[in-house]
């Protein structure tokens, strides 16, 4: 088969696309025939040398996929050659093929395109897993999404809607503020141009966020304590921010609040089956119902994996940018 491969950490550059080994799939796993992949920052990462895959997954980047079932694993029940489905995958997803753990298979949402539906799996897991599992928000409650206009901030806007929360968004422009508005964001700020704590502030009576899903780490550690309400959860997913902080947690205790830190790409498979089943029983019925629908920016072919990679770089776009190859 032909993947993306990264032969040294670098720009967009180094990635290359070139003829590597099949993978083989082991008991519990499919073999996907990949018919799109979507572009997440870690795979930015990965290719600057930042962010090695786990062990024993797929050296390629990708950590997601839509395609069709061409074998089956030993012990393999419930699927099919042939079935179209997406999948979350700890890596392999910018390839021709994928070996697949059954747990993190999901079928095609009905209405769904078999190449936008690559852009599904990995937003949907980490918003679920997290807003919802961890935050556990609730109908009327407060959340505030940092990076609204991005992959994972239109799915947890169109969520949050879906359940009967308030949704506040943070973004860098009036464009992709009025993106977020479109897709059902009650409050916009601007981080460039607003001081997001004081905003959401106003915007709530001075009550502050149920819910902060945060991108940034270090940068905003402080800050997303300050704007979170009386019981607050602060989930932090990503760390574009920097790693190290310091917090007055004082300020944490007087609201009674909790900060959880979470990934996805490393949990064992029981942890990813546990997640991947709860997106399909509550997104997937959203999903065929139009309730929520993936939001995708740009579809460019696999071999231009380098260019998505600077759009994603350069912040160019709302959604997610999907890679189809063939």
Same mark, same amino acid.
């Given at each position: 088969m032909?993947?993306?491969t990264?032969?040294?950490a670098?720009?967009?550059?180094v ?5 590597v080994p099949?993978?083989v799939?082991?008991?519990g796993e499919v ?5 799109a992949? @979507?572009? $997440? ?17 797929s ?5 997601e996929?839509? #395609?069709r ?15 179209e ?11 021709e093929l ?9 079928p095609?949402?009905?209405?769904? #395109?078999?190449?936008?539906? *690559?852009?599904?799996p990995e937003?949907a897991a980490?918003?679920?897993? $997290?807003?919802?599992?961890v ?7 407060t ?9 994972i901030?239109?799915m947890a806007? &169109?969520?949050a ?11 860098g ?13 009650d409050?916009?700020?601007d ?14 009576? #001075? *009550? ?9 780490g @270090?940068?905003y550690?402080?800050?997303n ?5 009386? $019981? ?5 997913? #990503?760390? &574009? ?15 009674r ?5 979470? $990934?996805?790409?490393?949990?064992p498979?029981?942890?990813? *089956?546990?997640?991947?089943a ?6 997937w ?8 629908r993936p939001v995708?920016?740009?579809v460019l072919?696999?071999e &231009? ?12 776009q ?5 890679l189809r190859?063939?």
């Amino acid at each position: 088969m032909r993947a993306i491969t990264i032969a040294h950490a670098g720009g967009p550059e180094v990635l290359t696309w070139e003829q590597v080994p099949d993978p083989v799939p082991a008991a519990g796993e499919v073999l996907v025939e990949v018919a799109a992949s @979507a572009v $997440n920052r870690a795979d930015l990462l990965q290719r600057q040398g930042f962010y090695e895959p786990p062990a024993g997954s797929s050296p390629y980047p990708g950590l997601e996929c839509s #395609g069709r079932i061409v074998a089956l694993g030993p012990g393999v029940s419930g699927w099919g050659v042939g079935d179209e489905v997406c999948a979350l995958l700890s890596g392999g997803g910018y390839a021709e093929l994928v070996a697949v753990p059954v747990g993190q298979l999901l079928p095609v949402p009905q209405g769904v #395109g078999l190449v936008e539906a *690559a852009a599904l799996p990995e937003v949907a897991a980490t918003v679920w897993s $997290n807003v919802f599992m961890v935050a556990h928000l609730r109908p009327a409650e407060t959340v505030l999404i940092h990076g609204g206009a991005s992959g994972i901030g239109t799915m947890a806007i &169109q969520l949050a809607k879906a359940v009967g929360a308030r949704v506040a968004v943070t973004a860098g422009s009036a464009h992709k503020l009025e993106r977020c508005a479109e897709l059902g964001a009650d409050i916009g700020i601007d981080y460039r141009e607003q001081d997001f704590v004081e905003a959401l502030r106003e915007a709530t009576g #001075g *009550a502050g966020a149920d819910v902060v899903l945060d991108i940034m780490g @270090a940068k905003y550690l402080q800050r997303n304590v300050d704007a979170l309400a009386v $019981n607050g959860r602060l989930v932090i997913i #990503g760390l &574009q921010g920097g790693v190290k902080g310091e917090l007055d947690l004082g300020s944490l205790l007087r609201k009674r609040g909790a900060v959880a830190a979470t $990934n996805l790409r490393g949990r064992p498979l029981e942890e990813k *089956a546990a997640i991947v089943a709860a997106v399909r029983e509550h997104v997937w019925p959203l999903l065929a119902a139009k309730v929520v629908r993936p939001v995708v920016d740009r579809v460019l072919p696999i071999e &231009q994996a380098g260019a998505a990679h600077r759009v994603l770089e350069a912040g160019e776009q709302v959604g997610k940018v999907v890679l189809r190859v063939g």
